[in-house]
């Protein structure tokens, strides 16, 4: 971007009454990059911190008249790289947009983007209300974000992912409208489902300022079940046996030998023992039927040849039983820099694959472990190497490309759930046909045929 | 279309390798409409019923060639006149497309679109799998059929709808490349959602050649709980009631006096009596949960006024509890010609809007009865006129056209689940705002770009 451009952009922002702009490098730095930091990045234009609907439509309209890219961002904790800047971008962050409104005559809540997941969760709590969509980074992560890139977490197994809660969005188009899609009841088809579209786009068909999910009341406090296992096959049947029986766990988590150790080697609690596989399920079905849902649980671990089980329906037990899985991902983060995984596969070949990951980091010398929504075959193999150690991490890089074809040849898919950013661009491609992405990139330009809508991310090559 | 386009494409039709065409009236004019008797058609210039995805393709390729319009059908028990021919086009029906897999391994079924909705049910019920959709059509509508509209049904309020099922979808592009959109695995979040996107648009965006359904394991036999009210306004603040508690019924259904009487009068089932409105209810939960899900509707039942409630887990007394609405419909068909209608509001206006429905039906001098989804807040209010009176008929559309607009002003929806069609382009046009509108038409471009797929349906105007 030359020194005119970059003066006109600036000077447009500016002059939006009220817009909070940043364009100190001091300051912008902080919102060059999510937590992909494997991907390019680079320190924007600008960051503008709207606080109201109207604000990110001027600024839209700006960017159109200026021809200038925007990058929309919430909390930053994406994993692939979507909220990634360029040096000729604006960003928009969505921090500021905080307000939330529950309907509890509807079991609905009008919430705008910048709310943070955890803080929603807790609103809820006060009127016996629940949004189940639980990722890992509910603390700090925002709904915007959250509908950005159709983010899930442990409760998908049982209750769904973001999009199976949004009803209704309001967006800034590429066109520089504000358009509400959806629609507020249970059921409709009028038109086509243009908010489905937008959920998961990441920021590349509009900017979402506004969010009517659906809710449901609070589930009663679960029994929760572990499972220890000799081997990651044995841990795999399991889950695919859970899977053929029908059975709804609310929530059905695989931690493997490497990340019990890095539990153990952090917080001293004796997790690993001989254990190659972890896995703890949940059931929050009440009363007899709940009952018959935890043995039918533990029948299937024991029939795929676990030598522990245990289960508790006390709180605090149950959190006990939960820990390897609470603390697996931070306890990697000490040991190096990781690189996480997000594949999705069938159930029946959980085993196969998880079998497949080990082989690949012994090949390419690099720690592998991991972590997985086992019920949904959705897997995070963790890639950590030694921070500063550059052949590790190109050796870690193609392990994450063998990855992402073993994925592809399961009949399973480049990612679960935390999108295609920059760091899945080419497993996309290889994923999609050639007709499909072309399908894709014709969508993306009847609706946003300035091209100005985070260019570059989430779409194929 | 003149004579020589009649022959160039019906020519290139008949050129395609073991593809059924038929060109004479006599057979033709059976595919001319479906069920929307109200909404134009017209005999169309040839009809294909092609046996496999390459048959459809060629015809697509024909059509693009030949710049003729299709009209893609199941088996015509649309309501919306989504599936209504014009005399330039080409019907293609999928009728003959009906071969169906079950994956018992993954939950999964490969469905053709011509598999008969019960016919599915049937099949899958000998592995003791399940797939929820039941629109009132499923003992003649296809998986196609259900696709292409999004159907509902009964399930709904528990279940979902059919896209709620839809993993995968093999499509027909409009520009005849042969895609698969979606995937099989749980979750995935790798590019748009093309596959939400396609179900429901009514034959604009693809035609769907296969379908991939998610299926759950069969429920147990419900209890079927049944409330009279001495107002629709009682029952409607019943169902409101429900919602508020966050109860989930697996079925609540309202029938009004208008059809109990129709009932009564064909059957001769004493159902009608005091009550103007029956409510509906089962739950599927099993064991004690279930018991007191029973007791928490009866409770609400009460509390909105029931003046007689009963339950029964018995299976031939919940099937004698069921059929004021299992015969509502076809009760109210020997009362002369039904129009329905199919709005969904939220819960809390149900009591307001089935009031005014009444007033409405006084006002034009209609007779209207409605049966609803209640727990959906979808509400399909039946105008009733005599064979051949066309007065009436005007007379009803009128009625037809402000039910619409009641749905509008009640935070409603158009349609909720027969699709807009012919039909509903109007209200549809006013249920989105402009720049909504334009976004459509953006998508239809973008993915038909020769106008080919079903023109003048199922689009705001």
Redesign the interface.
């Known amino acids: 971007m030359n020194d005119t451009t970059y003066a006109s952009i600036t000077t447009a922002l500016e002059s939006i009454e009220g817009l909070d702009v940043l364009t100190k490098p001091e300051s912008t730095s902080a919102y060059a990059h999510d937590r992909a930091v494997w991907a390019a990045y680079d320190v924007p234009v600008a960051v503008v911190r709207p606080s109201s609907t109207e604000q990110v439509r001027a600024v839209v309209a700006a960017c159109i008249e200026h021809r200038t890219p925007l990058v929309t961002r919430g909390a930053g904790t994406g994993l692939s790289g979507g909220a990634n800047a360029t040096s000729d971008a604006v960003v928009v962050s969505l921090e500021r947009m905080d307000q939330l409104d529950v309907d509890?005559?509807?079991?609905l809540a009008r919430v705008q983007p910048g709310v943070v997941n955890d803080d929603f969760r807790a609103a809820l709590a006060a009127y016996?209300l629940w949004y189940p969509p639980d990722p890992a980074s509910s603390p700090w992560s925002t709904i915007g974000g959250n509908v950005a890139?159709?983010a899930?977490g442990m409760c998908?197994?049982k209750y769904g992912?973001t999009?199976?809660y949004v009803r209704e969005l309001e967006v800034v188009?590429g066109?520089g409208?504000?358009?509400?899609?959806g629609?507020?009841?249970?059921?409709?088809?009028?038109?086509?489902?243009?908010r489905?579209?937008m959920?998961?786009?990441e920021g590349t068909?509009g900017i979402v300022t506004e969010v009517v999910v659906r809710l449901?009341?609070l589930p009663p406090d679960p029994t929760t079940v572990i499972g220890n296992f000799d081997s990651l096959e044995d841990a795999g049947r399991a889950v695919?046996l859970i899977?053929?029986a029908?059975i709804s766990p609310s929530l059905l988590e695989l931690v493997d030998r490497g990340c019990l150790e890095a539990v153990d080697a952090w917080r001293n609690m004796g997790l690993a023992g001989e254990a190659e596989a972890v896995l703890i399920g949940r059931s929050d079905?009440?009363?007899?039927?709940?009952e018959?849902e935890v043995a039918e649980l533990l029948r299937c671990f024991e029939e795929a040849g676990a030598t522990f089980t245990a289960a508790s329906v006390d709180r605090q037990e149950s959190e006990a039983l939960y820990a390897a899985r609470q603390f697996a991902f931070p306890a990697m983060e000490r040991l190096g820099v990781v690189l996480t995984e997000d594949i999705?596969?069938?159930?029946?070949r959980v085993p196969d694959v998880l079998a497949r990951l080990r082989s690949i980091g012994e090949a390419h010398d690099v720690k592998v472990a991991t972590i997985a929504?086992a019920?949904?075959?959705?897997l995070h193999p963790l890639l950590v190497t030694p921070p500063g150690d550059e052949a590790a991490g190109v050796r870690a890089r193609a392990a994450f490309e063998e990855i992402i074809q073993v994925a592809l040849d399961a009949?399973?898919?480049?990612?679960?759930?935390?999108?295609?950013g920059l760091l899945?661009r080419d497993?996309?491609t290889r994923?999609?046909?050639p007709?499909?992405a072309a399908?894709?990139h014709?969508?993306k330009?009847?609706?946003d045929p300035h091209g100005i809508l985070n260019p570059g991310k989430?779409?194929?090559l």
Do not use: F, W
């Open positions: 509890v005559e509807h079991r016996g890139t159709n899930g998908c197994v992912v999009g199976d188009t066109t409208e504000v358009v509400r899609l629609r507020r009841t249970a059921k409709g088809v009028a038109g086509y489902d243009l489905g579209l959920v998961g786009s068909l449901r009341p695919a899977g053929v029908g079905v009440p009363g007899s039927a709940g018959q999705c596969v069938p159930l029946a929504h019920g949904d075959g959705n009949d399973g898919t480049v990612t679960g759930e935390h999108g295609i899945k497993g996309l994923e999609l046909s007709a499909v399908m894709h014709a969508v330009s009847a609706l989430g779409l194929p």
